[in-house]
């Protein structure tokens, strides 16, 4: 998707501060970080949300899971704990219509919707 910001990313066009990169994921620092640490996971795919995971597409989510663990390690937040969220569309509070999960931790996460 040529405008979409994350693909940007992936491709190198616009700058990232990457943690983890493979042939499926890329993991990189939020650039307006809600948390010490704040890092996106996101598929190289271009999915547009989790609506638009099908069974042509949803090994991804396996390969996403495996790069947060990944991630907790590198960011050393495994062991104290951190929170994964996906948002999910315009009620859901998505802003880049590129599937991502945000890993926060590095801190105690008290305000809790659920
Ligand atoms: P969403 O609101 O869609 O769940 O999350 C999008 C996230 O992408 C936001 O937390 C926002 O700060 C982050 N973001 C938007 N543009 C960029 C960018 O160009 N670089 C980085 N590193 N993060 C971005
Ligand atoms: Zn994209």
Redesign the pocket.
């Given at each position: 998707m040529s405008d979409c910001?994350?693909c940007k990313?992936i491709e190198g066009s616009?700058p990232?501060?990457k943690v983890l990169e493979n042939d499926d994921i890329i993991a990189?620092?939020?650039?307006?970080?809600?948390a010490p640490v704040?890092v996106?996971v996101v598929p190289k795919v271009h999915i547009e949300s989790l609506e638009a995971l099908n069974e042509q597409n949803i090994d991804v989510v396996v390969k996403i899971h495996q790069a947060i663990l990944q991630v907790a390690k590198i960011m050393k937040i495994n062991s104290k704990g951190y929170r994964v969220?996906?948002?999910c569309g315009k009620e859901g509070?998505?802003?880049?219509?590129h599937l991502?999960y945000?890993v926060l931790g590095g801190t105690c996460l008290n305000e809790k919707l659920i």
């Amino acid at each position: 998707m040529s405008d979409c910001i994350f693909c940007k990313i992936i491709e190198g066009s616009i700058p990232s501060k990457k943690v983890l990169e493979n042939d499926d994921i890329i993991a990189f620092h939020d650039i307006n970080p809600a948390a010490p640490v704040h890092v996106l996971v996101v598929p190289k795919v271009h999915i547009e949300s989790l609506e638009a995971l099908n069974e042509q597409n949803i090994d991804v989510v396996v390969k996403i899971h495996q790069a947060i663990l990944q991630v907790a390690k590198i960011m050393k937040i495994n062991s104290k704990g951190y929170r994964v969220i996906a948002n999910c569309g315009k009620e859901g509070g998505q802003t880049v219509p590129h599937l991502h999960y945000h890993v926060l931790g590095g801190t105690c996460l008290n305000e809790k919707l659920i």
